[in-house]
């Protein structure tokens, strides 16, 4: 029974392996496809970029902005408790801010993305290869990753990291509107704080784990796609995966390059 446990454990792990090997393979194709095909003379679905751009940037605007003030309120209420027992309430903007624009700016922005943009990338794809669009592109000569997932990649890298800024710029004024409210803190002091804080290095920061997060959204979504099987059943299944496995991979990554950049502070 031990025996069987180890092996059922160890041909999950390779598994994993697996997945993980064939997910970063199918993000670096989406990459160099998009590359190659922003080149003179290549072909590019730029109507089709435009329209993914609208989708994932445009139409997310609301529900990020509302998110993003909400976040600032809560930031606001939560560091006032504390500080306010140690005098300190008129540091409420330092923290909102950077804590903002280094961390939940980025990682909100994505989650929220990954619900939206991710699962219809994941649909999309596993609803083609159900239909067996897929390999009718093939038959037609074009390559599913350039045709279809490097117009996603595309705006996806231009859409979150302003998505992104824009929350930056929400979460500070809710942040605002708790202080000026309810801690009394005049708006003129709240804002210089909040410069004073900031550096233009956390901003940056912030933007580029947005692009890195927006490149892992639109790789898992488009893996899950083509890894569908099993009919409808099978594209409901791949596109709950490809939200989770989304989020689980922004969580990681923000982990990693927050420590990278603790170490190079």
Known sequence: MLRDGLGRIGAGCIGLLGDFGRLTL????AAGRLGRSLLPRERFRLRAALD??????????????LIAVM??????????YTLEKLGAEQYVANLVAVALTRELGPVITAVVVAGRSGSSIAAEVATMKVQEELDALKVMGLDPIAYIVAPKLLAMLVAIPLLTAFADVLGVLGGLACSVVV???????????????????????????AGIF?????????????????GAAGVGRGTTRAVVLSIFLVIVADLVFTSIFYALR
């Open 214 to 230: 927006g490149a892992i959204i639109v790789a898992v979504g488009a893996f899950c796609g083509f890894e569908v099987t099993g």
């Open 26 to 29: 199918t993000g670096v194709e």
């Open 71 to 80: 976040m600032g309120l809560i930031l606001a209420f939560q560091s006032a």
């Open 52 to 65: 993914e751009l609208h989708y994932i940037g445009v139409t997310a605007l609301p529900i990020v902005g």
């Open 183 to 209: 801690l009394d803190i005049p708006a003129v002091q709240y804002l210089a704080r909040t410069q004073e804080a900031l550096v233009l290095k956390d901003f940056w920061s912030g933007l580029f784990k």
